[in-house]
């Protein structure tokens, strides 16, 4: 198995077991209240979204034509935004933050700018190794 599939699997699983983590405090706080902090609701759907993303990104890698290094450099910069998303929204949940665009907590929102360019480089080189299979 390739680095790339290698990092994707395993940040995957990180990402489903944090949320696996995170749903027993989501039914804690369900159990108290008629809704869950959003933030914790996030970080929960994230974690699950995420993780499944990173897994079928497995494919893309079999299917790219790109080197390995890129290969490595892409899945390693999705894992890392997929996993700092998670991340941002669960210090938001537990910092009690309601609205992280007018509060702007200041590591969440730098946590927030590497997360949004680690997984639009990496889902960019990955989109350009797949496209450039299948055309050629």
């Known amino acids: 198995m390739d680095t790339a ?9 990180a990402a489903l077991c944090a949320s696996f983590v995170l749903g027993f ?32 990104l497995t494919i893309a890698v079999g299917y790219s034509n790109l080197g390995s290094g890129l290969e490595t450099l892409a899945a390693a910069l999705l894992a890392g935004g997929s996993l700092a998303l998670v991340t941002k929204d669960t210090l938001n949940w537990r910092q009690g933050v309601t609205d992280e665009f007018k509060q ?33």
């Open 5 to 13: 599939s290698k990092i994707l699997i395993l940040a995957g699983m």
């Open 25 to 56: 405090f989501f039914a804690k706080e369900r159990e108290k209240a008629a809704q869950a902090n959003r933030y914790l609701v996030m970080a929960h759907i994230g974690g699950l979204i995420g993780g499944a993303m990173l897994l079928a």
């Open 104 to 136: 702007q907590p200041t590591l969440q929102s730098k946590v927030g700018v590497v997360e949004v360019l680690a997984m639009s480089v990496g889902l960019l080189v990955l989109t350009i190794g797949v496209l450039s299979a299948a055309l050629s």
